[in-house]
Structures are given as C-alpha cells and as structure tokens.
C-alpha cells in the first residue's frame, strides 16, 4: 500500500513536492501535517494563533506562520504543479492566502478530501457522532496498534499512549479516522466498517434543521463499502442507507449485539464482561476508568474484533489505554482534591461527563468551569446546556469562546446562567478571573468544561490547587 500514490493520482500531478496547510495548528489538520513530514514531503502553513500544537510541529519540521498574508507564502510552496494546498472548512473565504492559491491554480483539497484518499487506499475503520469520536476512536487505534494486526490512524485528539494523534503502520491496511460531521465533511470518507455513536443535533449554523442533520448521517452510511458493517449505538434516531453486503450491528453499554455484563465498579477501577457475536471476553478491565467509557469500549472492541484483533490482545489493549488530552483527563487527583479537564462541549457530552463524575465521587461537591463554544451553539442549546449543567453543585460560567464566528446579539453565557436550576452555587466572570475566582472556593472536585481556550488555564489551574 502507497498512501502517497494514492493522493498523488488523485491529484493528478506528476510529483508532488509540497503540502501546504491552511488551518495547520487543528487537531485534525496536524495529524496529516505529521503525516506528509514523516513521508518526507516539504511542509508548512498557516494558523491563527500559535499553540503548543503548533510549536511542537515547527520542531518537527513544518514552516508554520501565524500572519494572514501571501507575502508571507514561501518560494517553495509557489509552483502550483508540485503543491497541494489543504485547508479546514473554517477558513473562511476571504483568507488572503486561501484566495492567492485560488486565483493560481493550486491543487486545493479539504483535509476530509485527503482523509477520503486515505479510507480508498485502505480498510477505513471510521467513527462518527456527535460525540465520542475522539476517545473511540483514538481506544480503537490503540487496540489494533499494540496488536499483530497494527493500523495508521489518523486521530482528533492526542493520545496519551504515544503523544501524537497520528500512527503510521508500514504493514497494516487498516486506517482509524475520526469522521467529522461538520460542514459535512465525512461525506468525503469510504468506509469499510463504521461506528456511530449519537446523532444528537449540533451543528445547526451548517444544517439549519435536526432533519437536515439526521439525513447528513443517513447518507453517510451509504458510504461504507460492500462487504464492511455499520456498528450502531442502539436506541440513536437514525435510519441508515446501507448499500447491499454492508452488515448492520447494534452496541451499547447493556443492549445491542455488542455490550457489556457484570458491570463491577469500586475502588477506582471497573472491570466487565464483553458480550459479542464474535466471541466473548470476560473481565475486562478500563485503563480510564469512567463509566462512558465501558460504552466506547464496547464499540472500539467491536471495531478491532471485526478488523482480526485476538482477544487477548483486546484485553491487554483496554487494560493499558490511557486516554486522550482533554478527554476525561485527570490533571489532579488524590484524598484532597481532584481536578479534570473535558473537552466536552455538547449538552449530551457535558451531561455524561458530569454523571461519569458524580458515580465516581458520590460524596463529593462537584464544581465546573464551562466556557461555551459558539454563539450558535450556545443560542442554538442554551437551555439544553442550563439542564446538563444543573447535575452540578456549583457551575462558574465564562464568555462564549467565538472560534469561526461573530457575535449574535443577546446571545452570551447569561442565557445559560439565567435557565440554571433554583438553588444552584452559579458566578460568571471573564476568562482571565478564572483564577481569582477559584483561589476563594473550597474546591473538592473540579471540571473544566468547553472546547476553546480555557485549555491554557489548565497548567495555572493545577498550580493554584496544589498550593491550597
């Protein structure tokens, strides 16, 4: 198998020299980064902002620039004959430097265009949803990596594992990629065998409609290829497509052709009993112990079982995950205080991540930091976000983080606070009071909750918690 074969005819140019990135500091857009570095291929970009991200693929290699200009495009990714631009759908049409590659006849290809090259050269092993693609996904790649069979994943978040969100395999033909929603990018994917996890409506500033997002799905399915299998979470409003010798499966936690059993939680550990068609497993053991994840790991299980994974292998696989950046992440934790990260940022993801906390500190105040993700988002779910919140004991609510968009008029984080149930500890305040905030709180167990910026108050965070 030759990858860069595959893309190059895709192509259609003669040698491909350069890969330039437009939007390379996202999580899935670095993944492909790595990957064209690691092929050898001259690489670089541009991103908004520099990061932690950004400067770790700088060190790596790339030529990445933060200033939005084409001037500032070097010489060598200027022969459009022997450069591929890739871009994100966040971009927006009037980049300067997105517009000069345009107007000179540039190869431009979305990164789910590049990711769609990748699943035909391959056996894509696909998850989608609304949430819970990063961890099943990522659970699914470990499994298959530290196995005989091996896989190159190309992932949305950064594994705990290895440090990278991308896992190259000369030998494997398996492909693990997250398959992303969003502006309908997974529509660009060829399946050989596909997980989703939840259709819960988001998204709704691409869609407009839960309908328009539910077909969105429902077309999806229609991608995977004959002779692969769709395994769907049971219960989730969804009516797939799914074209002649495509198999169809169901998973959950405790239904579905593959779940759990003997579900045993204590003493910060929980272990169960694998239930599938292909042959059970008992007493498997999480490596993150949260209860979501026994569900993730039935469908990543489900995944590497169909892809020729022993079941040995399964069970050390699920014994050693770790986990990934800013899924769940356990920053403190001991008899006096316990401090999480979650990218969660959904109503559902938010709800589940709460209720994974409260089975494991029953006893305990919980308190969350949630800085919303999207004007639309926060307008679209306001009080979606105010019902899932209010499991908590205490909810501090910072400014909507913007990403891609503009502000909407009455539309901030008051319309969360003002639908939290009576009763509730609530305080707003700017990112930057994050922390004189907490230093006057007697935290027990704390969260913080959103998919923008809040991540670079982490490290001070700890500190601060630490001390007291």
């Avoid at 970009?45 to 200009?69: F, N, V």
């Avoid at 079941?311 to 920053?331: A, C, L, P, W, Y």
Wanted: with cysteine; net charge negative; glycine share 8%.
């Amino acid at each position: 198998m030759n990858w860069l074969m595959i893309i190059e005819r895709e192509m259609n140019v003669n040698t491909l020299k350069s890969v330039y990135f437009i939007g390379a500091g996202g999580i899935g857009m670095s993944a492909l980064v790595r990957y064209f570095l690691s092929k050898g291929k001259n690489v670089g970009g541009y991103d908004r902002t520099p990061s932690e991200l950004t400067e770790k693929l700088i060190e790596e290699g790339a030529a990445i620039h933060y200033e939005d200009s084409s001037d500032q495009i070097p010489a060598s990714f200027r022969d459009a004959s022997s450069t591929l631009v890739v871009y994100t759908p966040a971009i927006p049409e009037t980049h300067k430097e997105f517009t000069y590659f345009r107007e000179n006849g540039f190869e431009i290809q979305k990164r789910s265009q590049v990711l769609g090259m990748l699943t035909r050269a391959g056996k894509g092993l696909c998850v989608a949803g609304t949430h819970g693609k990063t961890t099943t996904s990522t659970m699914t790649a470990h499994l298959l990596h530290q196995s005989h069979v091996g896989c190159n994943a190309f992932l949305g978040g950064i594994s705990k594992n290895y440090g990278t969100n991308l896992l190259l395999s000369d030998t494997s033909e398996y492909v693990v990629i997250e398959a992303d929603e969003f502006d309908r990018s997974f529509h660009w994917l060829s399946p050989y065998i596909s997980v989703v996890t939840a259709t819960d409506a988001d998204h709704l500033d691409i869609y407009g409609t839960k309908e328009a997002y539910l077909e969105s799905f429902r077309h999806y399915t229609s991608l995977i290829r004959p002779g692969g299998a769709l395994i769907m979470r049971k219960g989730i409003e969804l009516q797939p497509d799914l074209q002649e010798g495509v198999q169809l499966y169901t998973y959950s936690k405790e239904e579905g052709d593959f779940h759990a059993e003997n579900i045993r939680i204590g003493s910060g550990e929980i272990f169960f009993d694998y239930i599938s068609p292909l042959g059970n497993i008992d007493d498997i053991q999480l490596g993150v112990p949260i209860a979501i994840n026994i569900e993730n790991g039935v469908a990543a299980m489900a995944l590497a079982q169909m892809s020729g994974v022993t079941n040995e292998e399964i069970k050390e696989g699920m014994k050693t995950f770790r986990g990934v950046d800013r899924r769940f992440d356990f920053k403190i934790k001991n008899d006096k205080v316990v401090f999480l990260s979650d990218y969660a940022h959904h109503p559902s993801e938010i709800r589940q991540s709460i209720l994974s906390m409260r089975a494991l500190y029953r006893d305990k105040k919980l308190t969350a930091v949630f800085q919303p993700h999207l004007y639309t988002r926060t307008r679209d779910f306001y009080q979606d976000f105010a019902d899932s919140l209010s499991l908590l004991d205490e909810v501090i609510l910072v400014d909507i983080y913007p990403a891609r968009e503009k502000p909407i008029p009455g539309v901030s984080s008051r319309l969360i606070y003002d639908n939290l149930r009576p009763g509730i500890e609530k305080s707003m305040c700017s990112k930057e009071e994050i922390l004189d905030v907490l230093r006057n709180k007697n935290i027990e167990v704390l969260i913080t909750l959103g998919a923008g910026d809040i991540e670079n108050y982490v490290p001070q965070i700890c500190e601060l918690l630490n001390k007291q």
